[in-house]
């Protein structure tokens, strides 16, 4: 089975993903993947971010042969996976997370403005596997690994689509 686990940046993905490994899950973070096979294309100067186009990631992907384990990053929703985790966080707790990284203002707030739309969950959607979410306002990064594990382990109904809702963000962070 391959899982995605995504979200926006700042929600918890690479950090949970630790504790995975350490509870035997094999994890592949999707923008090592695109380094490796030479797909990152131009970098966009406002994003500070490489383009990547996701046939070729899913090309890479399949390359691999990667057939068992947890796809890690915010693109791994594009790529063909059996269930989809989608890492949430307030805006206001994820832009305090950007900031700290030292992100560029712009930066957070698009980044903030595109959690409060759910545009990584609406785009997870699109695809015919089950998707969950789990929100990390404030869960440390193990207890996050745990809940990605409640969800692997069939725990489905707490972690539904549309628990999570923070649409009246929108007009703060736009």
């Not at 999707?30 to 490489?50: M, T, W």
């Not at 042969?65 to 063909?80: A, K, N």
């Not at 990284?101 to 980044?111: C, L, M, Q």
Request: hydrophobic content about 40%; aromatic content about 6%.
């Amino acid at each position: 089975m391959i899982v995605a686990l995504t979200g926006t940046p700042g929600t918890g993905k690479s950090s949970a993903a630790q504790y995975l490994t350490r509870a035997g899950w094999d994890i592949l973070e999707v923008n090592e993947l695109a380094s490796r096979h030479g797909i990152l294309r131009s970098k966009d100067p406002l994003r500070d971010s490489f383009e990547v186009d996701p046939d070729e990631l899913q090309g890479a992907l399949a390359s691999e042969d990667y057939r068992h384990g947890i796809l890690v990053g915010h693109l791994s929703h594009l790529l063909e996976a059996d269930l989809v985790v989608v890492l949430r966080c307030h805006p206001d707790e994820l832009a305090r997370r950007l900031r700290e990284r030292g992100w560029p203002e712009a930066k957070v707030r698009e980044n903030a403005l595109a959690e409060a739309l759910d545009i990584i969950l609406a785009e997870a959607m699109e695809n015919d596997v089950p998707v969950y979410e789990v929100n990390t306002t404030e869960l440390s990064p193990e207890l996050t690994a745990k809940a990605v594990a409640e969800i692997l382990a069939g725990e489905k109904e707490k972690y539904a689509v549309g628990n999570i809702d923070w649409s009246e963000e929108a007009l703060r962070w736009s």
